[in-house]
């Protein structure tokens, strides 16, 4: 028996995916389940971070969102960062700061560096012990100050804390998927943070301690992912990345499929770049299933679905080369074929090593998605989620991700700098 190299790669490909699926579920049912936080005993001074670019369509409704936390307003301050905008975010936070007096908000403005830059300008100035970002495209809960920073007093090696991220008022097909990908990955956060693992500080109100992040120097400038820089740089000084899911944060995602896939590209670019950049925590003792898990398989992932588009695009070739030498064969006679073509079925000859491994992934992918909803408490019913919706994201996105690694591989191999 000849032995394709697509059946190599995707017999390999489900023992990856069924050791990690094997490992995960061993950490949901085996593993301490979330340490009891402490009440908040004090009140200490919170800074909230926003950086804007061009963002006049939320910048108000996102310090609206801010100005209504449930949290005491003479400890709080909003440090707004006009990152160059060329439309009226300026002129709407001016309005916003007039119509607040009580409020103590400050307007910095800068030419256009990044989100980077704009975070460290606002450090040098920030009061607060705690910090949070909030991109101007995101709007949080009111519980999110009181909620989040007990965290901290329950452990001071605490250095972050993570909210729950969902998509705003999801209205087509493609937001509705990405709703069904975020509850997706919040059930991934919660697994992750069972080990210490969370690799990734989402920008939309992760809670840091501003000393912590202060003294390792903080955000770096020149990556395209800051988020993700700063989570790994506290994973290798040894701090803990704490996940809740008492707090929500409604933010807007792309709605068009050019978007996302812009978005998804610097994403997952960054995470290679900063994977590479913090390769000597892999497989290191000291940082446990970090360094031995949670880190190899940020690129992992990438590697597994370009070879798998790889070894797939060559068989389709293969096979058309084939069909085009049958059609050649009787001088490209389709007709005939077409009239003298029986169909035929044999129970014995179908895949089944492959139609097993089909349903056991897709299995393991509905569980998934069950459980998910049972973390932050969704029904897949809400806000007029569809079916179809749930149909595209269980076997379309993973063919988008796909194409999404692939070109990331070529940007690796072809050195595209980044433009974001």
């Not at 006679?333 to 169909?343: A, C, E, P, R, V």
């Amino acid at each position: 028996m000849i032995v394709k190299p697509l059946d190599i790669v995707l017999f390999c490909t489900y023992f990856i995916l069924l050791f990690f699926s094997i490992f995960w579920l061993l950490v949901l049912f085996f593993s301490e389940g979330e340490k009891e936080k402490k009440t908040l005993t004090r009140k200490p001074f919170f800074t909230t971070i926003v950086p804007a670019y061009n963002e006049e369509k939320s910048i108000v409704e996102t310090l609206t969102s801010l100005i209504n936390l449930d949290y005491f307003k003479e400890k709080m301050e909003i440090i707004v960062v006009n990152d160059g905008s060329t439309d009226n975010t300026k002129t709407l936070v001016e309005e916003f700061i007039t119509n607040n007096p009580d409020r103590e908000i400050t307007l910095i403005n800068q030419t256009n560096h990044g989100k980077g830059r704009a975070m460290n300008v606002a450090l040098e100035v920030a009061k607060g012990e705690f910090f949070a970002c909030l991109d101007a495209d995101s709007f949080v809960s009111q519980n999110a100050i009181k909620e989040m920073l007990p965290y901290f007093e329950a452990d001071q090696n605490v250095a972050a804390v993570c909210p729950t991220l969902k998509v705003k008022k999801p209205s087509n097909i493609l937001q509705k998927v990405q709703w069904f990908e975020y509850i997706i990955n919040m059930f991934y956060k919660f697994l992750n943070s069972k080990v210490d693992c969370i690799h990734v500080t989402p920008g939309p109100f992760s809670v840091y301690r501003t000393k912590v992040i202060k003294d390792l120097g903080g955000f770096d400038e020149h990556t395209i992912t800051e988020d993700l820089e700063i989570a790994m740089r506290l994973q290798k000084h040894h701090y803990k990345i704490m996940q809740t899911f008492d707090v929500i944060v409604n933010t807007v995602t792309p709605q068009t499929w050019k978007a996302l896939f812009l978005q998804r590209i610097r994403w997952y670019k960054g995470s290679v770049d900063n994977t590479i950049n913090y390769r000597k925590i892999m497989f290191k003792k000291e940082y446990g299933d970090y360094g031995y898990l949670r880190m190899p398989t940020v690129i992992l992932s990438g590697i597994i679905a370009v070879i798998l588009f790889a070894t797939l695009f060559q068989d389709l070739v293969t096979k058309i080369i084939q069909w085009v030498a049958s059609l050649a064969a009787v001088n490209f006679d389709i007709w005939t074929l077409i009239k003298n073509y029986s169909f035929e079925f044999n129970y014995l000859s179908l895949p089944f090593a492959k139609l097993f491994i089909a349903a056991t992934l897709l299995s393991i992918s509905l569980f998934v998605m069950i459980y998910s909803y049972k973390i932050v408490q969704e029904k897949i019913n809400n806000h007029g989620r569809t079916l179809t919706g749930l149909v595209t994201y269980l076997f379309m996105y993973g063919i988008f991700m796909t194409f999404v690694w692939v070109y990331i591989a070529f940007i690796i191999v072809t050195k595209k700098k980044n433009t974001w």
